[in-house]
């Protein structure tokens, strides 16, 4: 319910409005009294409440089967150039609506798709003055909502620049919060911080919650096309407010109106295992725009970029050079006979020699150099049935990166490589876009400039059939329904960070990003690293078991083998996992999990009946069960399983590794051992009808 604020009680309005004015489960407030709108998802799990205090401003409220998950939260909008849309509003609603359809994902975590919800549109109109109009719109799923602000022609507002988007999000119960500190120089590259949600500072989205009774909320946003990446600012107590990432001028984000802002989202379950499973984001983005989008095939790869990391092998050219002609023939030749799709050259092209961090201006997308001879390269991969994975590093130079995007993407093309791997590395707010001016200008990667930027890449690249995977990203929002090409993403730590001279990721990573950054969308990890031995001072915190699990609990359409090539020809018995484990999925399910502890994941693939299974725990040895109740009934299956080893460790023994069979049915149930810091693979192969 509302808070006190509100003038009319719900129950009050109810009894003074005529019969006709109420809808469903809507309350309306007749055009300028204070009222409150109603409105709940199709099974009544979550209901909202909108309405005005008596200084009219606007507010709503989330509960979920009558518990309060969102306590009275404001919404609305400073302007730059016009009074704030703040206060001084009438709420009105139109009846809801139901809708439910199933679509289909071209590629994805499961292929089917169910899109149920009721929508809600609600009308705040301000009573006198300009008397400017913004509607409210929500979709209220069982398992969490989105909504979002769409403004209509008016003779009063036709430009929209928002100094300060006023939404809120107040968790009604003290808790725990996962999260990324925004606005800092590594822009999504941050471990996460567990603290309890009233020591939040300015957080990423998404940002993950449970409260003290044990229900899970994440907090993020679906459709993120033209406009400023949302932070979250913690007010008090556990109070968050809308923190817009910085804009080209004085204003955030600059609209012409109509105009709709992102959808402002709220995954809400009982479990951590729920928000896995959740399809909100996906669902609140429009859908598929390219049509056939068949010249992509999910794939795993190989490539020339572990050994950079580890300083084997430079970027740049010289003695060390990586991306040679031989080095490139020898890696498609390994992928040819291993069954991988794709190999990923790095440092191939001119541009990399200098101060290329954050600069980006010698950079040539379509030159490579001396010693890599692209034309006998692209043959080479055509002959053994080998993509190339384009590599376009841009050191965070947007604008010079346009200046060459056709020619980038039409040589591609030529060479039938479907598949380019971006990098924007620069400090947070040194992007460089082109201004109103048309010269560079200096940006967050996070802000609207980076937007319209990386949604012209899709749709360039999508015109060549090049599907494109960025690093140091904007966010990911769900826009891979509307744009297929947006195939996956960096976006967080990922595993290079365990190569450096420095501390690298921690056992708890892996199970702190499922339950947050991934809930955003697919990311590109790089797992399947044999050789623990790194720049880094301890190593990898894994085991090989664990390392094998990631390719089933990171979801991504693109998989990459990321260790040296001669780590896999010495251990062919683990790396046949990653042979055989496939990328594209007809169905996901968690089966457990707590955030930064565990979790264990199944994937069905979506060309055939084989099931695999990937789970992961923190530096705490585990024993998890998983019933195998999502297999076939009446079918048996052979368990390929790849286990840590007694002896296994992420301090010590990492390598230690059992793999064995076994025969199992779907009424079985499997007592995983994990190691600390380890994991487990298993692969389901049907061989026959359970034995009566």
């Not at 309405?51 to 606007?58: A, L, S």
């Not at 060459?404 to 040194?430: C, E």
Request: aromatic content about 10%; overall charge negative.
């Amino acid at each position: 319910m509302l808070t006190r604020r509100f003038l009319v009680s719900s129950a009050a309005l109810l009894a003074a409005l005529p019969g006709s004015a109420i809808a469903k489960d809507v309350l309306q407030a007749p055009a300028g009294s204070v009222g409150v709108a109603r409105a709940s998802s199709p099974n009544g799990v979550l209901t909202v409440e909108v309405g005005v205090t008596g200084e009219g401003r606007p507010e709503y409220t989330i509960t979920r089967l009558g518990r309060p998950v969102i306590a009275a939260s404001r919404l609305g909008f400073i302007l730059t150039d016009a009074p704030k849309l703040e206060r001084n509003f009438a709420v009105t609603a139109e009846a809801p609506t139901q809708h439910d359809d199933t679509w289909e994902q071209p590629w994805g975590e499961r292929r089917f798709v169910r899109n149920r919800y009721t929508e809600f549109r609600v009308h705040l109109t301000e009573k006198f003055g300009l008397q400017r109009r913004v509607d409210v719109v929500f979709r209220l799923y069982d398992d969490g909502l989105g909504f979002r602000y769409e403004f209509p022609e008016q003779p009063n507002l036709t430009a929209l620049n928002i100094g300060e988007e006023l939404t809120e999000f107040a968790v009604a119960d003290p808790g725990t919060a996962w999260w990324i500190p925004a606005f800092e120089w590594n822009r999504e590259e941050y471990l996460y911080n567990r603290t309890a949600i009233d020591q939040v500072g300015v957080a990423q989205t998404p940002l993950t919650v449970r409260t003290n009774d044990g229900l899970h909320v994440s907090i993020h946003e679906a459709a993120l096309v033209d406009y400023s990446g949302m932070n979250l600012r913690r007010v008090e107590h556990g109070r968050f407010k809308a923190a817009l990432t910085p804009g080209l001028s004085n204003a955030v984000v600059e609209l012409a109106v109509p105009c709709t802002t992102p959808w402002r989202t709220l995954q809400i379950s009982d479990s951590a295992a729920g928000l896995v499973d959740s399809s909100l984001i996906l669902n609140l983005n429009e859908p598929n725009k390219l049509g056939d989008v068949s010249w992509f095939k999910p794939m795993k790869y190989v490539g020339i970029w572990w050994e950079m990391h580890l300083e084997l092998k430079t970027w740049g050219s010289g003695p060390k050079h990586g991306a040679t002609t031989e080095n490139a023939i020898r890696h498609i030749d390994f992928a040819a006979e291993h069954g991988f799709g794709g190999v990923l050259i790095e440092g191939w092209n001119v541009g990399w020699d200098g101060d290329w961090f954050g600069n980006g201006w010698d950079y040539s997308f379509t030159q490579p150099y001396p010693d890599f001879d692209i034309e006998r390269i692209a043959a080479h991969a055509r002959s053994k049935g080998v993509e190339i994975i384009g590599h376009h590093e841009t050191g965070g130079n947007a604008f010079h990166y346009e200046q060459q995007l056709d020619p980038a993407f039409a040589q591609m093309q030529r060479f039938g490589w479907h598949s380019v791997k971006t990098g924007y590395v620069a400090d947070a707010g040194g992007a460089r876009v082109r201004g109103a001016d048309g010269q560079p200008r200096l940006a967050w990667h996070e802000g609207q400039a980076m937007a319209q930027h990386h949604l012209r890449v899709a749709q360039t690249a999508a015109r060549y059939h090049v599907a494109v995977n960025p690093h140091e990203p904007h966010k990911d929002t769900g826009l891979r329904r509307t744009y297929p090409n947006m195939i996956t993403r960096e976006g967080a730590r990922g595993m290079e960070f365990s190569a450096w001279g420095q501390p690298g990721n921690p056992p708890e990573h892996e199970a702190n990003l499922v339950f947050t950054r991934l809930l955003a969308g697919p990311m590109d990890y790089t797992p399947g690293v044999f050789g623990m031995e790194t720049r880094s001072p301890d190593g990898i915190a894994t085991t090989w078991a664990k390392q094998l699990a990631l390719y089933v609990v990171i979801y991504s359409p693109i998989q990459m083998a990321a260790d040296l090539l001669v780590n896999y020809e010495a251990n062919p018995e683990p790396f046949q996992f990653i042979k055989d484990v496939p990328v594209d999925w007809a169905e996901s399910h968690t089966l457990n999990g707590e955030i930064g502890d565990y979790v264990t994941i199944v994937r069905k693939d979506r060309n055939s009946d084989v099931w695999c299974l990937g789970a992961v725990t923190d530096e705490h040895p585990r024993v998890l069960q998983a019933p195998l109740s999502f297999l076939d009934a009446g079918r048996r299956y052979r368990a390929e399983i790849y286990r840590d080893g007694p002896n296994a460790d992420w301090k010590g023994r990492r390598e230690d590794i059992v793999i064995e069979q076994r025969e199992v049915t779907a009424a079985d149930t499997l007592s995983l051992q994990l190691a600390p810091g380890g994991g487990q693979a298993i692969r389901f192969v049907p061989v026959g009808r359970a034995r009566r």
